[in-house]
C-alpha cells in the first residue's frame, strides 16, 4: 500500500445502545500504540487504564513484563510499537477488537471501511462523523452506564445527587462536540509527525530494532 494512503476506520463501542461511535480517518502506517491513543481521543476515554486489540487470533497491546505478574499475559503479545495498520489490512483483514480497561472491559468493534489517497489538506487523523458521548471513566463497564443513565434521569432516585456528583454535576449522553475531538487529535497528530514521541508516551521503552512480524 502506498505510503500516502489514509484508511477510514468505524469505532463501535460494543453493545452500546444507542450505538456509540466514530469514524475516523487515519494513516494506513500509523503504530497500533498510536492507534490506541487515537481510539481514545476520538471516543472521548481518559487514557487511564490498559489496552489490548485482538487481531485474527493475535493479541497487541503493550509489554511489561511485570504485566504477566498479574496474569494479563504479556508475554504473549505483540508489540503495539512494532506493528502497523497497513500489515493487518495487507492481509485482508476488516475487523477486529480493541478493549480498554480489563476492569471495566470497554469493548470496542473496530471495522476497515475503506482506503482513499491522503488530502494534503488535511491533519491525519482526523474525526469526520461521531454519535453519542462517551461514557464516564470507572462506571462499571456497560451495566454501570446503563444504571446512571438510568438514575440520573429520575431527580427522586435515593442516587441521584451522589452520582450527580461524581459525573462532576451534568452529563449529557448525547453530548458529541466533533470540533473539540478534532482539537485533540490535532495534537496528537502533531507529535506522531514529529519526533517528539516520547513526550507523549513517556512511558515507553528504548526502540529496538528488531521489528515484530505479524
Given at each position: 500500500m502506498?505510503?500516502?494512503?489514509?484508511?477510514?476506520?468505524?469505532?463501535?463501542?460494543?453493545?452500546?445502545?444507542?450505538?456509540?461511535w466514530r469514524r475516523v480517518l487515519v494513516d494506513s502506517a500509523i503504530s497500533f500504540e498510536e492507534l490506541h491513543y487515537t481510539i481514545q481521543l476520538s471516543m472521548g476515554w481518559g487514557i487511564y487504564h490498559l489496552y489490548e486489540f485482538?487481531?485474527?487470533?493475535?493479541?497487541?497491546?503493550?509489554?511489561?513484563e511485570e504485566m504477566d505478574d498479574y496474569g494479563f499475559g504479556a508475554s504473549e503479545m505483540i508489540d503495539s510499537e512494532e506493528?502497523?495498520?497497513?500489515?493487518?489490512?495487507?492481509?485482508?483483514?476488516?475487523?477486529?477488537?480493541?478493549e480498554y480497561d480489563f476492569g471495566d472491559s470497554w469493548e470496542h468493534s473496530?471495522?476497515?471501511?475503506?482506503t482513499l489517497p491522503m488530502d494534503p489538506e488535511k491533519?491525519?487523523?482526523?474525526?469526520?462523523?461521531?454519535?453519542?458521548?462517551?461514557?464516564?471513566?470507572?462506571?462499571?463497564?456497560?451495566?454501570?452506564?446503563?444504571?446512571?443513565?438510568?438514575?440520573?434521569?429520575d431527580p427522586t432516585h435515593p442516587e441521584y445527587e451522589e452520582l450527580k456528583e461524581w459525573v462532576g454535576g451534568e452529563y449529557d449522553p448525547e453530548d458529541f462536540?466533533?470540533?473539540?475531538?478534532?482539537?485533540?487529535?490535532?495534537?496528537?497528530?502533531?507529535?506522531?509527525?514529529?519526533?517528539?514521541?516520547?513526550?507523549?508516551?513517556?512511558?515507553?521503552?528504548?526502540?529496538?530494532?528488531?521489528?515484530?512480524?505479524?
Open positions: 502506498s505510503k500516502d494512503t489514509a484508511v477510514q476506520i468505524k469505532i463501535v463501542l460494543k453493545n452500546s445502545k444507542p450505538p456509540i485482538k487481531v485474527d487470533g493475535y493479541k497487541i497491546g503493550v509489554i511489561d506493528i502497523i495498520l497497513d500489515e493487518i489490512i495487507s492481509k485482508g483483514i476488516k475487523k477486529f477488537t480493541y473496530i471495522e476497515i471501511e475503506k491533519f491525519y487523523p482526523v474525526c469526520i462523523k461521531g454519535n453519542m458521548n462517551c461514557p464516564p471513566e470507572d462506571v462499571g463497564g456497560i451495566p454501570g452506564y446503563l444504571y446512571l443513565l438510568e438514575v440520573l434521569k462536540d466533533l470540533d473539540e475531538t478534532n482539537f485533540f487529535l490535532r495534537e496528537i497528530g502533531e507529535i506522531m509527525d514529529s519526533d517528539e514521541d516520547d513526550d507523549l508516551f513517556p512511558g515507553d521503552a528504548e526502540d529496538d530494532d528488531d521489528e515484530e512480524e505479524f
